[in-house]
């Protein structure tokens, strides 16, 4: 079955760029969708067919996706960012989320 | 903007099966996608089927093939996830998911179900 890998926690300074990673077998050949999730809250989508943003959703997030890594970027980081970021990958009738990761602004 | 409302907590106990319902206002069923998705306490999210009313057909995850079933009814635009043979290990939050009829990316989310699983 397909897997998908995400780094258990990444760490930001409030400000800074902080990059969230997402890495499969020739990723870069399907659809990614990133979402986050703030504790006792439902999943919001951020990203969706790797650099789609839907409406409400800041400027500040961003995505993309080549080879065999989509990357989630989240430029000038802010303390209500800090949450876990899942990434979601699908093909043919296939859909696989990743392990989550931890996001700290700090 | 499609909303998603999803039926209250149960208590089940092992063996038994559970049947969680979605039900869906202020947009058109046939353009969506719906999925279910489900967190066990602490952990992460983990896609369990979905269904496309436009074409009226369903898709499981491998893992929850022949335990699982999705079904719909269009007339109250309503979804519904059925699961069987529960054990210990289904304890967890079941969302409903609405995305579009074409990819299988999930916009709009429900409140979550919390099904516990006990003797």
């Known amino acids: 079955s397909y897997e998908v890998t995400q780094p258990p926690s990444v760490s930001v300074s409030p400000g800074q760029t902080a990059s969230i990673t997402c890495s499969g077998d020739k990723l870069g050949d399907k659809y990614t969708s990133w979402y986050q999730q703030k504790p006792g809250q439902s999943p919001v989508l951020l990203i969706y067919q790797d650099t789609k943003r839907p409406s409400g959703i800041p400027a500040r997030f961003s995505g993309s996706n080549s080879g065999s890594t989509a990357t989630l970027t989240i430029s000038g980081t802010q303390a209500t960012d800090e949450a876990d970021y899942f990434c979601q990958v699908w093909f043919s009738t296939t859909v696989v989320f990743g392990r989550g990761t931890k996001l700290t602004v700090l | 903007q499609v909303q998603l409302m999803q039926s209250g907590a149960e208590v089940k106990k092992p063996g038994s099966s559970v049947k969680v319902s979605c039900k869906t206002s202020g947009g058109t069923f046939s353009s969506y996608s719906f999925s279910w998705v489900r967190q066990a306490p602490g952990q992460g999210l983990e896609w369990m089927g979905g269904?496309?009313?436009?074409?009226?057909?369903?898709h499981y995850a491998q893992k929850f093939q022949g335990r699982v079933t999705i079904t719909m009814d269009e007339s109250t635009s309503t979804v519904y996830l059925e699961l069987n043979t529960l054990r210990s290990e289904d304890t967890a939050l079941y969302y409903c998911?609405?995305?579009?009829?074409?990819?299988?990316?999930?916009?709009?989310w429900g409140q979550g179900t919390l099904v516990t699983v006990s003797s």
């Open positions: 269904i496309i009313p436009i074409f009226v057909t369903t």
């Open positions: 998911a609405g995305g579009s009829n074409t990819n299988w990316y999930m916009k709009h």
